[in-house]
DNA sequence: TGTTAGCACTCTGCCTCATTGAGTGCTAAT
DNA sequence: ATTAGCACTCAATGAGGCAGAGTGCTAACA
């Protein structure tokens, strides 16, 4: 799509100004500005003839006649691709990444929360931690309790410290001994198949066996489904939202609005953030290579982190396309490398 | 404070008339808007003197010279309590409110969000539900699991079907047998006491007789009481933050920003919910009557939920000043008996 | 042939000024 | 006690003019 070879060094050069002034200061940029600024020896006359040329080819675009250019979103594209310097992390900035995760957080969730909150308060943009979507293979065990004579307690343990639980009630007499075989059958079956296959016909069996009523059995094969795809389902970490409004591309309220809104959605949100990035790698998705439309402003940074390649998430931060790629990158970087460490601790060497 | 008598029947009038007008129009109303729309057989001119009667008494402002009047926070805190008109809802927002609660809903924090999303949607501004405080006298039971060889599962189950469990792991041999009976200590204590006060020298009794280590004891301990902690813990559902955008008092960016991050910060919320509503009333915060700076603007109401009065939790709509208070106090009392009789229905009749 | 100085032109942003309209307060008449 | 009338105030609106930033084009230069 891109023609590698379009651009010589030279108009590289005048694109990269470009962008890295109007990521900056927001305003077009003329001209005159990288004449003077990067003294790259050429006079503005002929600087004005080649953002003619990177105009016609799109890279960049003029808001009207007399103002300077600012990229388009090819321009960018070309810029991640090609042009931008990482830019690495101030060393007081790192410090104070370092600080913030060092704290020894048990739960797993406040970890992605709190990983969320400091790529927010780092970049300045809004940030999103997706967390790994456990398959059903790591099911680790199944609980059975009796609470009371008309409550059963469904307990499901995931690998990584995961717990899941869901309470049912019914009228029929169940003893602590039904339980306890009940819980060893659903153990046994599922170190083979999965739970979701044991339905009416082994629950039958078993009811014969165990002498447990099918409803009852049926109740609680449901719940120990539901606890599973509660395992299975990856929760959002949106921090930072109101960002967005430090910016001046959103200073009209109507489109502020609706970006609030677009990020108030969940779905949208996973669906924003689904990550194409091969392992280490960092994805980018400039202004209209997102689908939706109310997007056509905003870029996406992802990456995604997590033990092996199994068991991934996804971290990844939304700002306006006008976004300090260079310095969000190597954030983004700094804090997979934290999250995998301390993923690694809290999960451990668990299959 | 605010002394009964000191408006007459006429300037009553006219103050509701300046009220309802401006919760309309948003805009500052003048002497003229009043004579001609509600006509009382006043002049203008009339109107204009008892105006300036009201503005003396602090019911009134006005933005600038030539401009119309605009209530003040006293202003509206006699509106509520004494001229305000409560306005039912319609037949058809009924319907749709009804229809929405309508499908049964399992789980109390889905019921919960739901409840929040409906009010928020019906009256147009941000809403705020706030579940239950569960008390530490109605937990119900407590199990611990031996998960494998070096961890334990702790369950602590409470009154309405509400589970958390906290898994942990140790390095030492622990029997299933022994968490049997430890499981039935803790139970026994629990009738008893509160499980914070058993510490270190019950533990260590505990530890002769069943004899698990005294750090496996502790750290189950604690689990317990975390698990507590989390059940007692309230979940705050905020829904439709976005809709104060709507409203040209929040048109400054500037501004709104601030209550957009103010409205991200949970325990600002919790703290602004804190109703001091008595059962079944509606209780209004007022602009300034909130303490917190940055709320001078912004009005909550409340009103509590559940049943019996134990077990209550809290409704609330956050808006401008300026709303429409007789629309939204009709809206959050009807949502809050569709809620009671939902919970009343899920938790039965749970003691 | 590539580069650049110079110039005419364009467009936005900002300032000023005048006008309009909504509203008030006061006074005098009813 | 009420109100018509009038002078006054202030915000909002829009037109006109100016300054500044930037462009495209042309012609001259190395």
Chains 1, 2 share one sequence.
């Not at 321009?75 to 900035?93: I, P």
């Not at 995760?101 to 909150?117: Q, V």
């Not at 059995?217 to 960002?243: H, M, P």
Request: net charge negative; glycine share 6%; charged share 25%.
């Amino acid at each position: 799509m891109v023609w590698e070879n379009e651009l010589n060094e030279r108009k590289r050069t005048i694109l990269k100004s470009i962008i890295d002034n109007y990521i900056e200061s927001a305003q077009p940029v003329g001209s005159r500005t990288i004449a003077r600024k990067h003294d790259l020896g050429l006079g503005s006359a002929t600087i004005r003839n080649e953002m003619a040329d990177l105009e016609e080819l799109g890279y960049i675009t003029q808001p009207h006649t007399s103002a300077g250019r600012i990229p388009s979103d090819k321009g960018y594209r070309f810029y991640v691709d090609n042009l931008m310097q990482v830019q690495s992390l101030a060393q007081e900035e790192m410090m104070r990444i370092r600080k913030a995760m060092d704290e020894r957080i048990e739960e797993i969730n406040k970890l992605f929360r709190k990983a969320s909150h400091i790529i927010s308060k780092i970049t300045g943009y809004t940030s999103v931690v997706v967390s790994p979507q456990l398959s059903r293979t790591r099911i680790k065990s199944i609980q059975l309790l009796k609470i009371d004579e008309k409550s059963i307690l469904v307990v499901v343990v995931a690998g990584g410290g995961i717990v899941k639980n869901k309470l049912i009630h019914h009228d029929q007499v169940v003893e602590e001994a039904q339980l306890a075989k009940l819980t060893q059958a659903a153990n046994l079956f599922l170190a083979d198949k999965t739970i979701g296959q044991m339905t009416m016909p082994v629950a039958v069996e078993l009811q014969r066996e165990i002498n447990i009523p099918a409803e009852v059995i049926l109740a609680i094969l449901e719940s120990v489904d539901e606890c599973i795809r509660k395992i299975e389902t990856v929760d959002i970490y949106l921090e930072g939202v109101t960002n967005i409004l430090n910016y001046p591309e959103f200073s009209d309220l109507i489109k502020a609005r609706e970006v609030l809104d677009l990020l108030s959605e969940e779905d949208v949100i996973s669906d924003m953030v689904r990550s194409a990035a091969k392992k280490h790698q960092v994805d980018f998705r400039i202004g209209s290579e997102n689908q939706i439309d109310e997007m056509k402003d905003l870029s996406v940074i992802t990456t995604s982190y997590g033990v092996e390649g199994k068991n991934v998430g996804t971290i990844g931060v939304i700002g306006p396309t006008r976004m300090t790629y260079g310095k969000v990158v190597s954030s983004i970087q700094y804090i997979r490398e934290l999250l995998n460490k301390e993923i690694l601790r809290l999960f451990g060497d668990d299959p």
